[in-house]
């Protein structure tokens, strides 16, 4: 079972609309080495491990478990990109004031899919609107292989997040893609480790790109908290994970942290009403009708 609490993962910072900002980040949600991916392939092989090897089983589950709010964080922070595009917002005005028309900008900016199918939200594709496929899953049933395809992932999924920070100077884009850049470092830990205890030293290669990204601000930011060093289990029954993820980081200085306690969280807003858009496109009738059943105890 999977619990949810009504938070995101990370704050994310407000900043202009910037669809092309949120086309690149399309890339991190569905493409090839995306979040979706990392969340269904951990998953998968969590939900078909085999032998007694717990503590193996409890760190790919606890990692898996952990990239549903990732792909819940991008696909939010896809959306503020989105919403009100480009520069609605501060300005006074409407969609389609005047006469002008309200979608104009679907036909020059990103991703034409982001208006005309998903209503100015994020979509299961990658940056060139490919849909995400469940093709992409590795697993193998075999420990060593699943482990090494893993540190594979987040290592290649950590150079394209980097990319993309160089691609844009969105606040909102930049702040959700170093934090994942900094938990993609602490995942290339989680997975080095492991393979570590199987034997393989990863201490030479890794991070992967070897580059010190604090010379980003904000990854600095949370390098400085120690992000890339913790990593939760999410269970709620106990975990072995710690037997695994402890002592000397594989990928420079710092000490592996298992974290006792779930981060806090911040605060979800759901996005506004767009009647350009028709969404939620509600009638007076079947607005009162909300609006009485939100009133329920």
Sequence with gaps: MFFHVQKLINPIVADEPDPAAANALQEGLGGQFGEMRTMMQYLFQSFNFRGDAKPYFDLI????????????????????????????????????????TPL?????????????????????????????????????????????????????????????????????????????????????NVYAKALESLGVNWGKVLPIPKFTAEKYPEVKTLMDQGVHLTQHHWRLDGSEMAKIFHGTSPSGPGTLNPTPKVPDGAPIQLAPERPEEFAPGLTPELEALVQQAAKLA
């Design 61 to 100: 589950q606890a990692v898996g478990i952990e990239e549903i709010s990732h792909v819940e964080l991008i696909a939010t922070t896809i959306n503020r990109l989105l919403d009100g595009s480009p520069r609605y917002q501060g300005n006074g005005s409407t969609p389609g004031e005047g006469g002008a």
């Design 104 to 188: 104009n900008m679907a036909l020059s900016h990103g991703n034409i899919h982001h208006y005309l199918v998903g209503a100015q939200g994020a979509l299961p594709v990658d940056a060139a609107g490919n849909p995400w496929s469940g093709s992409y899953v590795y697993n193998s049933g075999n420990l060593v292989l699943d482990l090494l395809y893993n540190l594979m992932l987040e290592s290649t999924g950590r150079l394209q997040k980097c990319r993309i920070y160089e691609m844009t100077s969105n606040k909102t884009a930049r702040a959700t893609v170093s934090y994942l850049i900094v938990r993609d470092h602490a995942h290339e």
